[in-house]
């Protein structure tokens, strides 16, 4: 029963890292738009065989199958979303849930065999755990919009830097703001040295109108073209001091000494930066330009830098250095 228990614990991580990395077949597609409590499915499942294996190393067989049976409940109204919302089975979403299955079932053998709790008490435990994991996962799954899903992939995709760390930096500025360009320097000598330890994104915050002509090319570069972009923004802060309205072919000539071509992205993505840029400026009440807000996901902290007095080299990396 251990080597039972042992390998469903691994099979289930092998499984969760295989959904994780996209490498199920199309009918997991749309399981990918669902949230427990705003986070990924995946992320769920490995706290639960991260938790599951922890209990069972350090010898609490109760608690890894009361773990299992919770975790059964929920994957109860998983199924039941495949089937009635869905319209299809996910195979590995089902192969998960047979995984734990199997593991639960290898632990309630050793437990019924064992004395102690009266196993009408175990049996009405392990229920009652059963439901409050189908119950907690009916009030927890949702399904974000077609809009939400695009602008969770863009959010990964313009994102630079250490995808590890969870220290992220948003510097927000204007197309046609001088004190931004005033500081396009520091941003282009300071940006390399952040890269290694944080996220950088680069937040086009519309002050100036006019800098929803240059928004859709400079979030098609930041997708395209991470590597070049910092002398990709260069040349379109160039063009941005004599030209306010640019059309493909005067963008396409600015970044064509870098060997560059423009790639057009879907009117889609450009609406889903748009909005996720404007969550942002009102998530850190961002009221000008330029700004800049370091924060820790992990810490729940944030400090905000405003205008060329603030922001500097030094404040920066000591705030980063500080989360």
């Known amino acids: 029963m251990r080597w ?9 991580f092998f499984l969760t890292a295989a959904s994780a990395l996209d490498m199920c077949s199309e009918a997991c597609a749309q399981g990918r738009d669902y949230r427990l409590f ?21 010898g609490w067989p109760f608690l890894t199958l009361l773990l299992f ?6 994957e109860a109204m998983l199924i039941y979303i495949q089937k009635v919302e869905m319209g299809h089975w996910c195979p590995v979403c089902l192969s998960i849930a047979a995984t734990i299955m199997v593991g639960a079932g290898a632990l309630l053998y050793q437990e019924f065999s064992h004395k102690g709790i009266s196993m009408f008490q175990k049996a009405l435990t392990l229920v009652t755990v059963f439901a409050l994991g189908l119950f907690s996962t009916f009030l927890g799954i949702s399904k974000m919009t077609p809009l939400e899903a695009v602008e969770q992939g863009i959010i990964e995709k313009i994102k630079m830097g250490n995808p590890q760390s969870t220290v992220d930096v948003y510097i927000f500025t204007d197309w046609a703001c001088p004190a931004c360009d ?8 300071l940006v390399p040295k952040i890269l290694p330890h944080a996220r950088v994104t680069y937040v086009d915050f519309v002050v100036h109108p006019e800098t929803l002509n240059f928004a859709p090319y400079n979030l098609s570069f930041m997708v395209a073209n991470q590597k070049q972009y910092l002398a990709i923004r260069k040349a379109l802060k160039a063009l941005a001091k004599t030209n306010k309205k640019p059309q493909d072919a005067q963008i396409e000539a600015a970044v064509a000494p870098l ?4 790639q057009e992205l879907p009117f889609s993505d450009v ?13 850190y009440h961002v009221d000008s330009t330029p700004t800049i807000v370091i924060t820790n996901q992990k810490k729940d902290k944030a400090r905000t830098l405003v205008g060329n007095s603030e922001i500097t080299e030094e404040n920066i990396l000591e705030a980063i250095d500080n989360f």
């Open 4 to 12: 039972i228990v042992c390998l469903s614990i691994i099979i289930g």
């Open 38 to 58: 705003g986070w990924p499915l995946e992320a769920a499942g490995f706290i639960l065989f991260g938790l599951v294996a922890l209990t069972y190393a350090f």
């Open 69 to 74: 049976m919770g975790a059964l409940g929920g």
């Open 182 to 189: 005033h500081l396009e320097p520091t941003f282009e000598a």
């Open 259 to 262: 060997g560059i071509k423009l």
């Open 271 to 283: 609406t889903a930066s748009q909005n996720y840029f404007e969550e942002l400026g009102k998530k």
